[in-house]
């Protein structure tokens, strides 16, 4: 593409997803991501990505057809194949994508599936009291962030959504707002808070059944002056006396929390509704993975982990990649989107079975590669959709050319798949 | 050029004035055509009934809530796996693949548009789309095989718009209604509790009379938002004017509310949804009692005003609504899972699976205040057939609310079994006789919802209508006949064939784009500016 500036590009750095990026281009290479933070900055990077596609060991690049045509037999012929669906995918090609494991009979999981999945099991159970970002950004007078401070992993959250800016009922921006910190252990809340709360890690349940328990006005009586009940009372009085609270916190999983957290945040948001109005907003990582969810959810009716083994989907949100792949049952794999996303775990049994790569810097993946077709990362190189942490659907708008289109590669490969089932 | 003769079946086309002949339909190209030679190929309907596709003016299907709803069900798609239909090649060599799915209330994208054809449905209406989301709802569309679709656009709460009224500035309104329906490619606008998803999310949680204010303004109360709205819809001369979720749903007393509404806009084309759940008398807290009566007099004297039933059905159900506040009050009635979304500045979305129980008293008024707005309907194209898919019931019950409109005794025995304690007084207790005979089927299934929505090309079987068709076995078992289409033909492609979906076209999209003054641009956009979370330039589908 010619030397020049997108503006309005949507980043997906995180889930953030901001829209207010002008990316400039010089000579096939990304030379600035004005208004990125730093994290976006790096995921722009320069967009430089290889081109190239391998099939077996030969030295040499394989053209595109042959490529798909082996990838195609290597999937038709596995017994249990795993499709899985890494970061930076655009909604397109996560539906394309989906259209090949249900033909395949598959095991369909994403990345959610190892680093979001409890707080979905939670909402799935009971409901979630949520809104999206800018009815909290026009309306939140308190926002409370719940062990999390955006600063580092969802670095514009407070700049764009909340609490800094001014909103349509808060033309006082920040200083309408009242932002209240609750540190857990070593994971504290936004230095700049009005107010600060102290939970030990081992008492996070407790205090949000606490603080639910004082909304619902079943305290105990009296509590003594720095306990546990006195600090969770005097918060749900603070919660219970804002006009439209907002609990942030942090979807994907930190290790060694405790997974009953989604829970408790869920039942607090909920109780919260009772006597004023509340909204839970869980922060993602980025390169569209919200956007994933949506996508298995619409075409399968569930979010993650989806089993086409019998012809039809079925939930396995405790047999889905992370379990399948380490008790050895899977026999071929298509990795689709970045390898490098792929988490730790799962590279070491993908490593042993016979995988095929479909994605940006898929050639260089970490995970060895049976047949690797280069592509390009949705909202640098490819177009499209990607949905925001809060399921807002965003249009991509990219800066550069993709090797080859993500989308149009797993077409090519469910109509190679289709014609072979078909000769068969 | 492709050609079909659908010979010898015994026709219901009564935009036509056709009731019941015997004669043959022709098709070629996607169009029904006057003749074709004699050797075209043929299908042979002698002795079945011949309609034209069902059209389905209000379902949610495809919006962002929608989907949020299917997150919410596993386990009801757990109980019901779609396998992928068996699909005939096409004759382009063009690959469709078939896709599996899941079902229950709220079916997966795919499965929802099998499941539709498989009906006899050829066109269906997604009723409540937040504008910005609309991208999602047209990606989802593409994803929902066979039937036409298109979706209203949520205006009701709208901040931009609500300001303007603030400000006394309805000039702008219709401009930026008609920015609006073009940015997010709609079909019309729709209203639900107008002002009061507002009053919501600001912890006011009932509307009580019409001219409540809203955000503390005086001049903007419901009243205004449904007069500004439907006198800028009707302006602009949209297919659909306006299709209006009134205030106080679901509650005692609110045919008061509905009957004020219906009257606010008398004189102008609009159209009132779901209305058995506004067409309830009695008292909040005290008493319930059918209001239909009331509504069926209003509209016998009022040509100008339509309305889609929304009937409930016993069984499972998920309703899914803009209306955060009831259904904030529903989970507290029933303790079940709940899900509320406010969406910036425009609307908000609540979620309740339900169950409705012909032993509840409350759902057995339900019931029967829906099949007493269609039996005491002065006219069938004003009063036409929903559930409000699946708020009241899933689309798969639509046979079987045919049956029940079609066969007294039918009716009259499922009657008796239904819990009492609200029907004293009702017309339906006291004995209703009438029976929808198939042509009058046909219209509240079909040519009255084309009619009331503007679609001069459905609805119909005349020459130059989309040959969209359905070929029933002629059962006396109407919910066997209707859940059981023979043939159904959409876009004049056979999609059911000897009753087993084959093929699985794509479906057109309606929308409406009408003009406006640009000059809106630069105002919304400094809106956007200022309080939006996405960019002007990125809003637009
Ligand atoms: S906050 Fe997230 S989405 Fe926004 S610029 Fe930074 S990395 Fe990108
Ligand atoms: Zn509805």
């Not at chain 1, 999937?75 to 090949?100: G, H, N, T």
């Not at chain 2, 679901?250 to 045919?255: A, F, S, T, W, Y």
């Amino acid at each position: 593409m010619a030397d020049g500036t997108i503006e309005h590009t949507t980043c997906l750095g995180c889930g953030c997803a901001c829209d207010d990026i002008a990316v400039v281009t010089r000579g096939g290479q990304i030379v600035e991501a004005r208004n990125a933070c730093p994290l976006g900055v790096d995921w722009f990077g320069k967009g430089t990505i290889p081109a190239r596609i391998r099939s077996g060991d030969g030295p040499r690049d394989a053209d595109l057809a042959s490529a798909i045509a082996a990838a195609a037999a290597r999937l038709r012929s596995a017994s249990r194949p795993l499709v899985y669906l890494a970061a930076d995918l655009s909604c397109e090609s996560q539906r394309a994508a989906i259209a090949v494991a249900d033909m395949l009979h598959a095991l369909l999981d994403t990345l959610t599936g190892t680093t979001a999945s409890a707080g979905i099991l939670a909402a799935q159970r009971r409901g979630r009291a949520s809104a999206s970002l800018g009815e909290i950004r026009n309306r939140a007078d308190i926002v409370l962030f719940w062990g999390t401070d955006p600063a580092t992993r969802y670095p514009r959250y407070t700049s764009r959504y909340a609490p800094e800016p001014a909103g349509l009922y808060l033309p006082k921006g920040r200083a309408g707002r009242t932002v209240i910190a609750v540190d857990i252990g070593t994971d504290r809340g936004p230095a700049d808070a009005d107010v600060r709360v102290t939970v030990a890690p081992a008492d996070e349940i407790t205090a949000l059944a606490l603080i639910r328990a004082a909304l619902l006005g079943r305290a105990l009586p009296s509590p003594g002056a720095d306990t546990l009940d006195a600090r969770t009372s005097a918060l749900a009085d603070r919660l219970r006396a804002g006009h439209y609270v907002a609990i942030v916190a942090d979807a994907e999983a930190s290790e060694g929390r405790d997974v009953r957290r989604s829970d408790g945040l869920l039942s607090l948001a909920e109780a919260l509704n009772g006597p004023t109005r509340c909204a839970l907003s869980t922060l993602r990582a980025g390169g569209n993975r919200s956007g994933a969810d949506a996508m298995l959810t619409a075409q399968t009716g569930y979010p993650m982990a989806v089993d086409f083994a019998r012809g039809v989907p079925r939930y396995r949100p405790n047999a889905g990649a992370a379990q399948l792949l380490a008790g050895g049952a899977i026999d071929v794999a298509l990795l689709v989107g970045s390898a490098h996303s792929v988490p730790p775990a799962l590279r070491g049994p993908l490593g042993k079975i016979p995988c095929v790569a479909i994605g940006p810097r898929a050639s260089e993946s970490p995970i060895p590669t049976a047949v690797a077709i280069d592509t390009g990362v949705a909202g640098i190189h490819e177009g499209g959709t990607a949905f925001r942490l809060d399921d807002i659907p965003l249009p991509l708008r990219p800066a550069l050319a993709p090797p080859n289109d993500t989308v149009l590669v797993l077409r090519a490969l469910a109509a190679a798949i289709a014609a072979e089932a078909r000769a068969a | 050029m492709t050609t079909l003769r659908i010979a010898g079946g015994t026709v219901y086309d009564p935009a036509n004035g056709v009731d019941g002949a015997v004669r043959d339909i022709c098709i070629q190209d996607g169009t029904i055509v006057a003749t074709l030679p004699k050797n075209a190929p043929k299908l042979d309907a002698t002795g079945m009934v011949v309609m034209p596709g069902g059209i389905d003016i209000h379902a949610h299907v495809a919006a962002s809530s929608v989907n949020t709803a299917r997150r919410l069900v596993p386990e009801q798609h757990d109980a019901d796996p779609a396998r992928a239909p068996d699909l005939a090649l096409d004759e382009d060599g063009e690959l469709v693949i078939p896709r599996s799915g899941s079902g229950g209330t709220v079916p997966s994208v795919f499965t929802t548009g099998y499941r539709y054809a498989g009906l006899g449905y050829t066109t269906v209406f997604d009723a409540a789309v937040a504008p910005i989301t609309a991208r999602d709802t047209h990606a989802q569309l593409d994803d929902t095989p066979i039937v036409d679709a298109g979706c209203f656009i949520l205006l009701g709460n709208d901040a931009y718009l609500l300001r303007q009224l603030a400000a006394g500035a309805t000039d702008r309104i219709q401009d930026y209604v008609a920015w609006m329906l073009g940015a997010t490619r709609g079909y019309a606008v729709k209203i639900v509790n107008p002002g009061g998803v507002e009053l919501w999310k600001e912890n006011v949680r009932e509307v009580k009379t019409l001219d409540d204010p809203v955000g503390g303004e005086a001049k903007v109360t419901p009243r205004a938002i449904l007069e500004a709205l439907t006198t800028a819809a009707n302006a602009l001369k949209l297919p659909h004017p306006v299709h209006i979720h009134c205030n106080n749903l679901g509650i005692p007393g609110n045919v008061a509310t509905t009957l004020d509404s219906m009257r606010t806009v008398a004189g102008q084309r609009a159209h009132f949804t779901h209305v058995q759940f506004h067409s309830y008398a009695g008292e909040r807290g005290k008493s319930w009692a059918s209001g239909a009566k009331q509504i069926a007099e209003y509209l016998a004297q009022h040509p100008e005003t339509t309305c889609d039933v929304g009937q409930v059905m016993f069984g499972p159900a998920c309703t899914i609504t803009a209306d955060g506040a009831l259904e904030y009050l529903l989970h507290t009635s029933n303790g079940g899972k709940w899900v509320n979304v406010d969406i910036e500045l425009e609307t908000g979305c609540g979620i309740v699976p339900f169950n409705y129980k012909d032993k509840s008293a409350v759902n057995a008024l339900q019931w029967v205040v829906g099949l007493e707005l269609f039996l005491l309907s002065p006219d069938p194209w004003r009063v036409v057939l929903s559930t409000d898919h699946p708020n009241g019931a899933t689309f798969q019950s639509y046979p079987e609310l045919i049956h029940l409109l079609m066969d007294r005794a039918y009716r009259d025995e499922k009657l008796k079994a239904i819990n009492q304690k609200f029907l004293v007084g009702s017309a339906l207790a006291d004995g209703i006789a009438r029976e929808y005979t198939l042509g009058e089927i046909a219209i509240i299934t079909r040519a009255g919802p084309a009619r009331i929505l503007g679609l001069t090309q459905k609805g119909h079987l005349g020459v130059g209508a989309d040959a969209d068709i359905t070929v029933y076995t002629t059962d006396a078992d109407r919910t066997k006949m209707f859940a059981t289409p023979r043939y159904v033909v959409k876009g004049g492609t056979l999609v059911v064939e000897e009753g087993q979906l084959r093929r699985a076209p794509t479906g057109q999209r309606h929308g409406v784009r009408p003009g406006y003054d640009t000059l809106i641009e630069r105002d919304v956009k400094d809106f956007f500016d200022r309080y939006l979370t996405v960019a002007f330039e990125n809003y637009a589908v």
